[in-house]
């Protein structure tokens, strides 16, 4: 497993479950991942080194966890070594890397979408803004963590999110242009697929919380709580993400001489005309993954290797019945500058018979746990309901001794408002 986040941490235990399984590794992972996992101290991006530990160790499967690695060509160099890894070569993750790629896939396939443009002088996109005004969303190019999208509601919010990307190339090249693009109004929604280069398996759904803070206010951040399944997205809906969205953009790939395989995960805008597509992230959604394996009852792995494969159309999956919600805990400060290794207490017996608590950004200092990041916890519960699986993930919340941490009290309200 390549990564040390929330989303490793669930595709870990998951995993470890598979009794294909006889050994496990992480690279680099974090002091939760240590007691499900053996640590590998090597950075998710470093590709030669990954792929020279992989061989020396007799790694029969790799799973890339972080769009980084994919992007880095992780999945080019360990089939090139003979070892299988799933996730899509450096040329089909461009379909995350770059905003402005995947526009133009959207477009030439026939997506429904936002319309857009593209800019790389910040005076031409000031002008712009000028023009087309307010509400308008303005978002880096490239990859920033989930952090590069301003979802501006006033011509002076565009401006200064233009001017931070462009002019104080605060998101580094990832920010040497910019999309900005048209605001859509609707509810937003995440759709999983495994996709082995022509087969499409669906996966459960499931609805983001992306801003920092309560009532979806506050700077976007890298997830704040998720829940599982999303009742927004109906079963008309979803025939209409499939046919409307993801094959076009399967099709255009194949096309295209990159054929996509992996995980396809689609950040989508339900509005009154029907689903729209907001962006294409290559990997597990986090904290989508973390719901979604709560539900998933079959094995992993074999999927897994059939999304490798090319055997896709032989796997069917099972999900549970049951609601899943995760609450993500982060350091107060979060998604801005926030201090570090501040001490978290009652971690070990807090999830109880609740649920689990997934580790992000955690390590051990003197016996005790300590954050080590912004998002630094996942708590996850499941219920027979979605109100069930919100008080028990809440309940784990308020049994955590943690001064220096916060999260979001509304996750899975909206989700609530559907009942009835």
């Given amino acids: 497993m390549i990564g040390g986040g929330g989303r490793e941490h669930a595709l870990v235990r998951t995993i470890a479950a598979s009794p294909l399984v006889t050994a496990l590794f992480c690279a680099p992972g974090n002091a939760g991942i240590a007691n499900d996992a053996e640590l590998v101290d090597m950075a998710a991006d470093d590709v030669a080194g990954l792929v020279a530990w992989a061989r020396t160790n007799a790694v029969d499967l790799v799973v890339p966890g972080p ?23 450096a040329a089909a993750a461009r379909l995350e890397a770059s905003k402005s790629l995947m526009k133009e896939i959207a477009d030439a396939a026939g997506v429904p979408t936002a319309s857009w443009r593209r800019f790389e002088d910040a005076g031409e996109a000031r002008a712009w803004i000028a023009v087309c005004g307010a ?13 590069g999208v301003t979802v501006a509601f006033t011509e002076a919010e565009a401006l200064r999110a233009v001017d931070e990307a462009l002019a104080e190339r605060v998101f580094g090249d990832a920010g040497s242009s910019v999309v900005i693009e048209e605001f859509l109004d609707g509810e937003e929604a995440s759709y999983h697929v495994l996709v082995d280069g022509t087969s499409i398996l669906p996966l459960a759904t499931a609805q983001d919380h992306k801003r920092v803070g309560d009532g979806d206010t506050g700077p976007n951040t890298g997830g704040m709580g998720c829940y599982s399944p999303a009742p927004v997205v109906t079963p008309e809906i979803e025939a209409r993400i499939l046919d409307d969205i993801i094959r076009p953009t399967i099709a255009a790939m194949s096309r295209l001489g990159t054929p996509f395989r992996g995980v396809l995960y689609a950040g989508l805008m339900i509005t009154s005309e029907g689903p729209r597509l907001l962006e294409y992230n290559v990997r597990f959604g986090d904290p989508e993954c973390q719901v979604l394996l709560a539900r998933l009852e079959d094995d992993l792995v074999p999927a897994l290797l059939a999304t490798r494969d090319g055997t896709l159309d032989g796997v069917h999956l099972t999900w549970r019945e049951e609601s899943a919600l995760t609450v993500v805990m982060a350091t107060r400060g979060y998604p801005g500058t926030y201090p570090q290794a501040t001490p978290i207490r009652r971690l070990d017996d807090a999830a109880g018979d609740d649920g689990v608590i997934l580790h992000a950004g955690t390590a051990r200092e003197g016996g005790g746990w300590v954050s080590a990041g912004g998002r630094v916890l996942g708590v996850t519960a499941c219920g027979a309901c979605l109100a069930e699986a919100r008080d028990r993930a809440y309940r784990i919340v308020d049994r955590i001794d943690w001064a220096d941490g916060f999260c979001r009290r509304d996750i899975g309200l909206r989700g609530l408002s559907h009942r009835g």
């Fill in 67 to 89: 769009e980084a690695a994919l992007v880095a060509g992780v999945v080019d160099a360990m089939e090139g070594a003979g070892i299988a890894c799933i996730g899509p070569n």
């Fill in 135 to 147: 509400p308008v969303v303005i978002k880096a190019d490239g990859l920033t963590g989930g952090k």
